[in-house]
């Protein structure tokens, strides 16, 4: 990758400015890509969920941690040329930062087992794959609904393996973390830790692989619309 000042360009051949033109772009469409999603997350502008998503995602993927990381420092090298404004009450500022509490650390884990969620998710929801109380769907899903935070509608996915979830396109965004086993759609294969982005241009039907289940992290900013055949849909609703 190009180097660029400090930071390592994620996108060889571009100048500083024409990556943050690019950001900005991004920043301000809806998210199609994982380039758009990051962008947001850099940005700061993901509302809760999303944050946590890709928190967590960057704490099981480490090609992508570099890659913010460097976004990260490539907006700092753009700010540098913005004139400094004067801080508000810069007193009071300071002594709330100081005296903040510290983050919570998450509690240890039980057994000494190692945890399938992320510490980001984890903190997020309050427990980890073996303590959500699922509720089944249809044979062989499960969800765990957290409800809608911050205009996102929130669940956590249980696919048994080989299990094809019925064909659905997306009103909106929908945004799915692979935490443990792996899926597929007409688009690729998702595996622990791999974001899959939808949007009203997608229409798939995921396949949860064998072997073990597909449990996952969904963030969605609109309802789903069911598509394929009426036999279709049948089949995959009865498994």
């Known amino acids: ?7 390592v360009s994620p996108y060889p051949g571009e100048t500083v400015v024409e990556i943050v033109e690019s950001l900005i772009r ?47 420092a490539m907006a700092g090298l753009e700010l540098m040329d913005v004139d400094p404004v004067a801080l ?22 039980r057994g000494g087992e190692e945890r399938i969620f992320p510490k980001a998710l984890y903190d997020f929801v309050g427990f980890d794959a073996n303590d959500v109380p699922w509720r089944t769907k249809m044979p062989g899903f499960k969800e765990y609904e957290l409800g809608d935070i911050e205009g996102c509608h929130v669940t956590l996915f249980w696919i048994k393996p080989g299990r094809t979830v019925p064909a659905h396109t997306h009103e909106g965004s929908e945004l799915s973390l692979v935490l443990d086993g792996a899926f597929s759609d007409g688009r690729g294969h998702y595996g622990r ?47």
């Not at 809806?30 to 509302?47: M, Q």
């Not at 508000?88 to 884990?109: K, Q, Y």
Request: proline share 5%.
């Open 1 to 7: 990758m190009e180097q660029i000042g400090t930071a």
């Open 26 to 72: 991004m920043v301000r469409e809806h998210i199609d890509t994982i380039d758009s999603l990051l962008a947001r997350y850099v940005a700061g502008t993901l509302p809760t969920p999303a944050r946590v998503l890709v928190e967590a995602h960057l704490e099981l993927k480490a090609d992508n941690r570099r890659k913010v990381a460097n976004l990260e």
């Open 88 to 109: 508000s009450n810069r007193d009071a500022m300071l002594a709330a930062v100081i005296g903040s509490a510290a983050p919570a650390t998450a509690a240890a884990v």
């Open 193 to 239: 830790g791999d974001i899959s982005v939808a949007d009203d241009s997608v229409d798939h039907r995921p396949s949860a692989d064998t072997g073990r289940p597909c449990i996952g992290f969904a963030v969605v900013d609109a309802p789903l619309k069911l598509t394929g055949s009426f036999r279709q849909l049948i089949g995959d609703i009865i498994g």
